[in-house]
T-cell receptor
Framework: GDSVTQMEGPVTLSEEAFLTINCTYT??????LFWYVQYPGEGLQLLLK?????DKGSNKGFEATYRKETTSFHLEKGSVQVSDSAVYFC?????????????FGDGTTLTVKP | NAGVMQNPRHLVRRRGQEARLRCSPM?????VYWYRQLPEEGLKFMVY????????ESGMPKERFSAEFPKEGPSILRIQQVVRGDSAAYFC????????????FGDGTRLSIL
């Protein structure tokens, strides 16, 4: 079945540091890939997405590129801010299985210190 | 606010009571998903519903838990005879059912069992 494996946390960085959160997946079909962010006390919000190989999703300075050859969708940001402290979830939705259902990684907690 | 609405935000029950969690999907969405999140853990899929139908309930405990999404009104997640281990945050998400589109999440219901 489908699965998503995320880099284990927690991750602690200083402000303006470079961020990478690794995400790899297995899927029976050709999935769409997503990164969601969850702030304390809130639900998940879509951060960015990519729907086909080599697509780059980007938003708020975050980027991730859909790499079919390595089945990866790593999240990067060049310079993190304290306000980026949150839990980040990688997810996929596989159109060849159950199109509406998503599979989520376990989440990576990021703390950015001033 | 046309987003996913969950209520109540916080629910306290004593062991043995029933808990009912409600979710109104985003306007135009007919697919609803329920997830459970324990402290410091990731999202665990519970059930996927489309109007009046259960599409996938592979994550639902076999006993005490049920979900519905009637033709009219919100989706309901029902937990009978609650136990301490049911304490968690329960999130609802909705989508149009297309794998290219993200899920939209509510802010969750925090269930506490005394």
């Amino acid at each position: 079945g489908d699965s998503v494996t995320q880099m284990e946390g927690p991750v602690t960085l200083s402000e303006e540091a470079f961020l990478t959160i690794n995400c790899t997946y297995t899927a029976t079909g050709y999935p769409s890939l997503f990164w969601y962010v969850q702030y304390p006390g809130e639900g998940l919000q879509l951060l960015l997405k990519a729907t086909k190989a080599d697509d780059k999703g980007s938003n708020k300075g975050f980027e991730a590129t859909y790499r079919k050859e390595t089945t990866s969708f790593h999240l990067e940001k060049g310079s993190v801010q304290v306000s980026d402290s949150a839990v980040y979830f990688c997810a996929l939705s596989d159109r060849d299985t159950n199109a509406g259902k998503s599979t989520f990684g376990d989440g990576t907690t990021l703390t950015v210190k001033p | 606010n046309a987003g996913v609405m969950q209520n109540p935000r916080h629910l306290v029950r004593r062991r043995g009571q029933e808990a009912r969690l409600r979710c109104s999907p985003m306007k135009g969405h007919s697919h609803v998903y329920w997830y459970r999140q324990l402290p410091e853990e990731g999202l665990k899929f519970m059930v996927y519903l489309q109007k009046e139908n259960i599409i996938d309930e592979s994550g639902m405990p076999k006993e005490r838990f049920s979900a519905e999404f009637p033709k009219e009104g919100p989706s309901i997640l029902r937990i009978q005879q609650v136990v301490r281990g049911d304490s968690a945050a329960y999130f609802c998400a909705s989508s149009q059912g297309n794998s290219n589109q993200p899920q939209h999440f509510g802010d969750g219901t925090r269930l506490s069992i005394l």
